[in-house]
T-cell receptor
Framework: GAVVSQHPSWVICKSGTSVKIECRSL??????MFWYRQFPKQSLMLMAT?????????EQGVEKDKFLINHASLTLSTLTVTSAHPEDSSFYIC??????????FGSGTRLTVV | GEDVEQSLFLSVREGDSSVINCTYT??????LYWYKQEPGAGLQLLTY?????DMKQDQRLTVLLNKKDKHLSLRIADTQTGDSAIYFC?????????????FGSGTRLSIRP
């Protein structure tokens, strides 16, 4: 149980376009979801905490107008990278709290902006 | 502040035990975790320990927690080539189970024959 499905697994987009990444909890309700990004050979960095029905809480240094997060239902959170640029190329991972101290992670999305 | 530190690399011989260490700063952490990441993949939760426990064992994995020193370790017995990966230590600062999770930088475990 407690599976999070994230897609797409990888995406290549042109500079200036927007990309949406979806994160779905398949068999549980995820009140809170988290979005991370990972640069090559570095650790995960928390970008924002997403709560169902309210605005996301962004970590310091993360542009909320560039990384739009929507958590409209208990099973879906989306991250939209707007006007993507090559420096946004990264590995993005979502996770959800299972409510019992554990977290489950999506498989990640590798974004390449060309 | 909230910080989790771990060494970046560890190399062990196949069949030996691997011990990956981690230190954290938040004394109010409730849960501490070990995750495994294989290349290009998402994180896989290996095990977690509650802050009121000293040790947890799960097959080849043993987690030791020294709360006084804020030190967490992961021991992998009989290390195999399939154990090659990056291992992340993580904590949830504070007492809420839905609070954010803070990761260490990851320890890259390599296995030599």
């Amino acid at each position: 149980g407690a599976v999070v499905s994230q897609h797409p697994s990888w995406v290549i987009c042109k500079s200036g376009t927007s990309v949406k990444i979806e994160c779905r909890s398949l068999d549980f309700q995820a009140t809170t979801m988290f979005w991370y990004r990972q640069f090559p050979k570095q650790s995960l960095m928390l970008m924002a905490t997403s709560n169902e029905g309210s605005k996301a809480t962004y970590e310091q240094g993360v542009e909320k107008d560039k990384f739009l997060i929507n958590h409209a239902s208990l099973t879906l959170s989306t991250l939209t990278v707007t006007s993507a640029h090559p420096e946004d190329s990264s590995f993005y991972i979502c996770s959800a709290s299972t409510g019992k101290g554990g977290y489950t992670f999506g498989s990640g999305t590798r974004l390449t902006v060309v | 502040g909230e910080d989790v530190e771990q060494s970046l690399f560890l190399s062990v011989r196949e069949g030996d035990s691997s011990v990956i260490n981690c230190t954290y700063t938040d004394s109010s952490s409730t849960y501490l975790y070990w995750y495994k990441q294989e290349p290009g993949a998402g994180l896989q939760l290996l095990t977690y320990i509650f802050s009121n426990m000293d040790m947890k064992q799960d097959q080849r994995l043993t987690v030791l927690l020294n709360k006084k020193d804020k030190h967490l370790s992961l021991r992998i017995a009989d290390t195999q080539t399939g154990d090659s990966a990056i291992y992340f230590c993580a904590e949830t600062p504070g007492s809420s189970s839905a609070s954010k999770i803070i990761f260490g930088s990851g320890t890259r475990l390599s296995i030599r024959p």
